[in-house]
């Protein structure tokens, strides 16, 4: 039974099984997207709306459709693949969970938010999308898990109906500063709010220039809320948003929470050129450390092959490894974890245990997804 990709619109791919008389027995949908790891671009594909009709189930047909796309990324130089998934399906495909979700959530009946001079706040309309670019731009292109969103990323028929739910806050000379969207369906809303989303206005996406931004934002947000009847705003963003700080600077609540085995997903693809991707990264959490003057190498095994990572005078070099003694064994399935900064590595003894650790440190990683896309 042949795997056929079909190209569909808005540079998708379907990638279906289909049987000996034509019908699809099991498919997904693929799109490459780029995703900032740090200051690297790395080429991710992402995987979504997995299907398999229920006469087909339980005969391994989503695994053979799932192994298909793993090998054309593969071939097609992906460093990553990415989704957000369901629970315990995909880690047999080798993901892992990488990201937390996270949320803050403010009453509104409890505090006064304040209005702030010299800014206004306006439905967004198709003039104001540079600045929102730029905002998003600005806000992403170094925080790890954050998609690249070009114009042509902006301008699918599922973001176009997301920007209908957004708002700009601009200053004075008419710049944006700011832009929030709200509702929508996110499948962890729930998970991180049921106790208040049914009464909460949920703002999905925001960003703000700088905390006066963040503060008319969150004016121009409690005006929605109060319009639509909502006791208060839940925010699906990370605790270090401009947003998040705002309302938690008036009484909101910060909230974090994780899909057991499953939520956003990433895999290694593509090894060593990830790795040699991430080298600045690893090069400029050296600058000030001990490895900025003494040398260090680690052999690393993994079952992608070993890899060789050492610092000379700061500069991380990734080499392929050769030899069967290692430093520190690691599945790629756990690597991705710490590349993501989800957790931070295990412990070695000495100066090699260091040096992971600085180059593979804990972070808050965090991606909106492309809207209701996947």
């Known amino acids: 039974m042949p795997i056929v990709f079909q190209p569909q619109k808005d540079g998708m791919e379907r990638v279906a099984l289909v049987g000996e008389d034509g019908r699809e027995l099991s498919w997904l949908i693929l799109l490459c997207q780029r995703i900032h790891i740090g200051r690297a671009t790395v080429r991710a594909g992402i995987v979504g709306h997995v299907f398999t009709p229920e006469e087909h189930r339980k005969k391994g047909y989503g695994r053979v459709v799932m192994l298909a796309t793993l090998d054309a990324m593969a071939q097609r130089g992906y460093e990553i693949g990415f989704l957000f998934g369901i629970p315990h399906y995909y880690l047999k495909h080798g993901y ?9 959530v403010l009453e509104l009946g409890r505090c006064k938010v304040e209005e702030v001079s ?24 170094r925080r790890t898990g954050a998609f ?23 200053n004075s000379g008419g710049k944006v500063v700011g832009y929030a969207k709200w509702d929508g369906k996110f499948f962890y809303t729930r998970l991180i709010g049921r106790d208040c989303m049914e009464r909460m ?45 705002a309302m938690y600077n008036l009484g909101g609540q910060n ?28 090069s400029a959490r050296c600058e000030g450390s001990i490895f900025r003057r003494e040398p260090i190498s680690v052999r690393v095994g993994t079952d992608m092959g070993p890899v060789d990572l050492s610092a000379i ?18 599945t790629a399935q756990e690597l991705i974890r710490y590349i993501f900064g989800f957790c931070p590595p295990p412990e070695l003894p000495g100066a090699k245990g260091l040096f992971l650790k600085t180059i593979f440190p804990r972070q808050i990683a965090h991606s909106w997804a492309p809207d209701e896309m996947i």
């Open 255 to 282: 909230r974090r929470a994780i899909v057991p085995s499953g939520g956003a997903q990433a895999k290694i693809v593509n090894l060593i050129p990830l790795l040699k991707k991430l080298r600045g990264d690893f």
């Open 148 to 170: 690249v969103r070009d114009r042509d990323l902006w301008s699918l028929e599922s973001s176009r109906k997301a920007l209908e739910r957004c708002l700009c806050v601009k």
């Open 96 to 104: 892992s969970v990488v990201e937390h979700y996270y949320a803050t």
């Open 118 to 141: 010299g800014l206004k706040s306006d439905r967004y309309c198709p003039a104001d999308l540079p600045g929102v670019m730029r905002l998003y731009d600005s806000y992403s292109r």
């Open 313 to 330: 005078g700061g500069k991380v070099r990734v080499a392929p490894g050769r030899g069967r003694k290692f430093d520190w064994k690691v």
């Open 201 to 245: 206005l949920v703002v999905p996406e925001a960003v703000g220039a700088n905390a006066r931004a963040a503060q008319g934002l969150l004016f121009a947000l409690a005006g929605v809320a109060r319009a639509e009847g909502r006791d208060g705003i839940l925010f699906l963003g990370p605790p270090d948003n401009a947003l998040s700080i």
